[in-house]
């Protein structure tokens, strides 16, 4: 069980996400889930734990003016934070880890770190960047024993309080070599108090795999003939998995049962009945189309309808990826029929249940969320962990409500008023049409 922590960023005040296995993001327009998103995905790179960025090739935050929260009082320093739950069946206990920011050249940077882990307690108070630093940095700090950390909204902002309220004199002063990488200082620290290397799991390498893939897919071209083409969240590189899905190079077991889901999707969604690849010759990296079969006649993939090539670079990267993937997925509805956002959704459940896959997805769909609960009814046994995360707009800026989405399929019954109300109300206007 994962937490996100958020204060002072963009929309957000003191706001605590949880995180579960399969959780679904619905919301008015401009309630904050893309952020949630953006901001999730960039905490499950390695990237972001070896020298913290808010801009990378896929998420583009901005600076440090479009971070912050623009009606809050303090536009000095917004934090982020991560609670997570030891992912040892045997093992108790929660490591907490909150990075606080302030501003340098219209950019963000690390002004202090606070962290616990089981039952140490660290906090690092670091300096502006410079460019010209000497090879070793005074970097401030403190460490010491605790009791367990327990979980609790209440322990959240008590431990974050009393981090704001540590007086100077509580921190040692230790020169290191430090540019910018966080590993620097934790290996620093933990050597000279305790003379051991262990660092947080957040640090360096990071256990979790996450794919994120963006609301618009790139369009379908006649030809592809690029040899090689790196992930990308449109989905670009999405025609040469393709081809090794489908070419004759991928008679192994796993393959045949790619080829065999992805029909299967197909069919169900009323998408496609196959798809064929049709390589121009024989030699490695030669040109190739992609045809689609539907009703028994064959079409180039530029010629069918928009929905399935927009839907082709999430399923596929949802079936090739390996099990216990994160997958952070923005409006998988884009350009589909009710029938087939009811299909990915059933795609959904059998990939949580089946390969232990986990996803975020900020969904407008119904029939997304519906046709999932709809099989977590036919499967009870199973027991998903998943939710309904609720954005709305308050006066104090966004707020999130989970909603448990229990073992039958059905919601929580503690549902906050705006949840349903608006569907309720045109339910209500049609009855009398």
């Not at 996450?210 to 369009?219: L, Q, Y």
């Not at 090539?309 to 216990?324: F, K």
């Amino acid at each position: 069980m994962k937490y996100l922590f958020l204060d002072n960023l963009r929309g957000f005040t003191n706001t605590i996400v949880p995180i579960k296995d399969v959780n679904f993001l619905v919301g008015e327009n401009s309630t904050g889930k893309t952020t949630i998103l953006n901001l999730f995905y960039l905490m499950n790179t390695s990237g972001f734990w070896s020298k913290p960025s808010f801009n990378d090739i896929n998420i583009k935050f901005g600076p440090f003016n479009e971070i912050i929260n623009v009606k809050s009082k303090n536009q000095t320093t917004f934090s982020i934070g991560l609670i997570e739950k030891s992912p040892f069946p045997k093992k108790t206990g929660f490591d907490f880890i909150l990075l606080t920011f302030k501003q340098h050249n219209q950019s963000p940077y690390l002004s202090q770190l606070n962290c616990i882990i089981k039952d140490e307690e660290f906090g690092f108070s670091l300096p502006e960047p410079h460019e010209e630093r000497e090879n070793e940095t005074a970097v401030k700090y403190f460490y010491k024993k605790i009791e367990k950390f327990v979980f609790s909204e209440e322990m959240i902002t008590s431990k974050i309080n009393d981090w704001k309220d540590i007086k100077q004199d509580a921190y040692k002063s230790l020169k290191v070599h430090y540019f910018g990488y966080l590993r620097e200082l934790f290996f620093a620290i933990m050597e000279k108090e305790t003379q051991r290397f262990r660092i947080p799991r957040f640090f360096g390498f990071f256990p979790y795999r996450t794919a994120f893939i963006a609301p618009i897919r790139s369009k379908p071209k006649r030809t592809y003939d690029e040899y090689k083409v790196d992930f990308s969240p449109e989905g670009e590189h999405t025609p040469y998995l393709l081809k090794n899905i489908l070419s004759k190079d991928g008679n192994s077991k796993k393959y045949t049962e790619l080829q065999n889901l992805l029909v299967a999707f197909g069919k169900n969604s009323g998408l496609f009945d196959n798809l064929k690849l049709k390589p121009y010759s024989n030699e490695i990296g030669s040109p190739f189309t992609i045809n689609v079969n539907l009703n028994g006649k064959n079409f180039k993939i530029i010629n069918t309808g928009y929905g399935v090539s927009q839907s082709l670079p999430i399923v596929v990267e949802l079936l090739i990826r390996d099990p216990g993937t994160t997958f952070v997925i923005q409006q998988p509805e884009v350009h589909l029929h009710p029938r087939a956002q009811a299909t990915f959704g059933e795609l959904v459940y059998f990939l949580a249940n089946n390969q232990k896959q986990k996803f975020l997805i900020e969904t407008h769909s119904d029939f997304v969320i519906d046709r999932f609960r709809l099989n977590c009814k036919k499967n009870e046994a199973e027991n998903i962990q998943a939710q309904v995360l609720f954005f709305e707009k308050s006066k104090k800026g966004n707020t999130v409500v989970p909603i448990p989405i229990t073992s039958s399929g059905q919601y929580d019954e503690n549902q906050p008023r705006g949840f349903r109300d608006f569907f309720i109300k045109e339910d209500l206007a049609l009855l009398g049409i």
